[in-house]
């Protein structure tokens, strides 16, 4: 068991204990692992930085295992402006992609710090689930441009946070895919 799992299960088991009385000793807990850093550069987007880095931020508020960092050079996950065909990335699910992002999508109505969290959700390992509700980020442009939500669910969160426990060290093989808003 590494110290990350550890550290939850003692966590576990003195939040259950304490309500019932009873004492839990533990041994000082082991170095919890790194957070693994992806690297974002959104300087191809110039005019949809703050969108940009508000989206990375909903990413960084709901999950630990991972953290989206801006930098200007160096970065796996890339962001560039365009002005037709919709938004999309090319990724490979575990940190590294292109994504661009669609002005004319934002000129009908689609909330551009959605569609970067969205876009950035796919280099973190989501897949599009259209048909979801406008709650689930990965619904994309399914629920419409009345959707601003630009947050992911509990349920896409947690799922990020089980493909990145272990860092680069993925579960599954990466795959070069291409996924549209």
Known sequence: MNGRVIGRVVALATA?????????????????????????????????LAQIDQGAANWNAAVT??????????????????????????????????IYLDTSQVAEGYDPT????????????????????CTELMSGHGPGTACKNAKPSAAEAAKVQSLWVNGFA??????????AF
């Open 16 to 48: 259950v204990a304490a309500p019932l009385g009873l004492g839990l000793a533990t041994a000082p807990a082991a170095s919890a692992a790194a957070v693994t850093t992806l690297y974002y550069s959104s300087s191809g987007a110039p005019d949809y």
């Open 170 to 179: 993925a579960a599954r093989t990466a795959e070069i895919r291409t996924a």
């Open 65 to 98: 295992d991972v953290k989206l960092v801006k930098r200007s050079t160096g970065a796996t996950i890339v962001f560039h402006e365009v002005h037709s065909g919709g938004s999309y990335t090319n990724t490979n699910g575990h940190g590294r992609g292109q």
């Open 114 to 133: 959605r569609i970067a969290a969205h876009e950035l959700g796919h280099n973190l390992g989501l897949p599009d689930h259209y048909s979801g509700p």
